[in-house]
């Protein structure tokens, strides 16, 4: 099975500033990695795909990068309703969709 | 607009059963394949169940492989998750999650969630 890693656990960054968020996968998926990312009390949302594919509706301010093993998201301007805990899911070696821990964003 | 809607959570015993539902509309599940993944209290995603949209092949965790069975009522177009052989372990937030058409995997539409607490 494959082990997705986030880093960091927690990111405390300012409203405006960038933020970014790593993912590592134990063995390389290709570009076949998911972000999704989830406020309190609500389901997850599917941000991106494909490593660098973003969702319709989903704000250009949010971008990924990566392939193989490490891949990134870059929300390049926090806005308020961006704090929230955000997961990779690596969909190469399915079943299972394995998920990341998460990164939790909040408010510095 | 595609949504989905989870029911059948509830309190159980530890070794008892429970059958979850989620009911689509917006979409009908011909050719949508269709995930429950769970979050226990505080943690992060684990994907438990899948039912491929083409072919009906359905896929487990290992964690739950032998106890949960997905399956599918196309003509109600609901999606059920039954659970045997629960355990304390199993006491999460069970969501069922629509992947984007031609994959099996990439979920762009989520139910609220359901939850589930196994417990004497």
């Known amino acids: 099975e494959v082990v997705m890693t986030q880093s960091p656990a927690t990111l405390s960054v300012s409203p405006g500033e960038r933020a970014t968020l790593s993912c590592r996968a134990s063995?390389?998926?290709?570009?076949?990695l998911a972000w999704y990312h989830q406020k309190a009390g609500q389901a997850p949302r599917l941000l991106i795909y494909g490593a660098s594919t973003r969702v319709t509706g989903i704000p250009a301010r949010f971008s990924g990068s990566g392939s193989g093993t490490e891949f990134t998201l870059t929300i390049s301007s926090l806005q308020s309703e961006d704090f929230a805990v955000y997961y990779c899911q690596q969909y190469y070696h399915w079943p299972p969709g394995t998920f990341g821990q998460g990164t939790k964003v909040e408010v510095k | 607009e595609a949504q989905l809607l989870e029911s059948g959570g509830g309190l159980v015993q530890p070794g008892g059963s429970l059958r979850l539902s989620c009911a689509a509309s917006g979409f009908t599940f011909r050719g949508y394949s269709i995930n429950w993944v769970r979050q226990a209290p505080g943690k992060g995603l684990e994907w438990v169940s899948a039912i491929s949209g083409t072919t009906g092949k359905t896929s487990y965790a290992e964690s739950v492989k032998g106890r949960f069975t997905i399956s599918r009522d196309k003509s109600e177009n609901t999606l059920y998750l039954q659970m045997k052989s629960l355990r304390v372990e199993d006491t999460a937030v069970y969501y069922c999650a629509k992947a984007i058409f031609g994959f099996d995997e990439i979920l762009d539409v989520w139910g609220q969630g359901t939850t589930v607490t196994v417990s004497s």
């Open positions: 063995q390389s998926i290709g570009g076949n």
